[in-house]
């Protein structure tokens, strides 16, 4: 592992257009943001979980569930604010308290369908592929994209003149926003969660569903039920 412990650090601020108070929203049962501190502190390779948040409810829902506080400034909780402002702040305070990480694992609270052996694979595919930063990817086999705007209309990836068969294609990776590594170095130097040499980590395209409008909440809960959790 580079240089240091690695942390999981999760972003949940209170205000939601979409889903009022969707980071505590009831998830099979449980919070939503519950979901995603579970994957993390069973990943083998992560040291601690942290949630930076504006909210109290949430960090001592957080707490709760073992993960550790940092309360967030509310000038970093706005709807402009980034998750790299929020991120690269939580580092200072860890760093603050002691805590030194060689790298950072930024989960995304509205992606429960993750397991823990997604964080472990992209921890290993970080060190293998020599990253300053990675993200979480689903892969795209057949795909036919097109793409409308006010001055055409045309596909993307294929000549629908010679489509080719489906073996042929190569395939095309959906940045799924589950999860990033990154140095803090890294996040520091360029201002982004992806800098330097960029690397990729799989995961199943089903996973790549996260929850920003309240009928996500029931598309993911079926596929959670379904995929990920074991029969009551």
Not at 85 to 104: F, K, S, Y
Request: aromatic share 8%.
């Amino acid at each position: 592992m580079t240089g240091g412990p690695l942390i999981a650090l999760i972003a949940a601020r209170g205000g939601s257009k979409g889903v009022p108070g969707k980071n505590l929203a009831p998830f099979c049962g449980r919070p939503l943001l519950e979901w995603s501190i579970e994957q993390a502190l069973e990943a083998e390779p992560v040291d601690s979980v942290w949630v930076t948040s504006d909210d109290d409810e949430i960090l001592d829902a957080a707490v709760a569930a073992g993960a550790n506080p940092v309360k967030r400034p509310p000038e970093l909780a706005t709807d402009e604010s980034s998750s790299e402002d929020a991120w690269l702040h939580a580092i200072d305070e860890i760093e603050r308290g002691g805590t030194r990480p060689g790298l950072v694992c930024a989960l995304q609270a509205t992606s429960p369908l993750r397991a823990p052996a997604d964080i472990e694979r992209g921890a290993a595919d970080f060190e293998e592929q020599g990253c300053d930063s990675l993200f979480s990817a689903g892969e795209l086999h057949d795909f036919l994209i097109w793409r409308r705007d006010e001055q055409e209309f045309g596909a993307v990836n294929y000549d629908p003149e010679n489509r080719g068969h489906r073996h042929e294609r190569t395939p095309w990776y959906v940045e799924n926003g589950s999860f990033y590594i990154f140095t803090p170095e890294s996040i520091r130097a360029q201002g982004n969660r992806l800098g330097g040499k960029v690397g990729i980590t799989l995961m199943e395209l089903w996973k790549s569903f996260e929850i920003d409008h309240p009928e996500d909440l029931n598309v993911c809960e079926l596929l959670m039920r379904s995929y990920r959790l074991e029969p009551a």
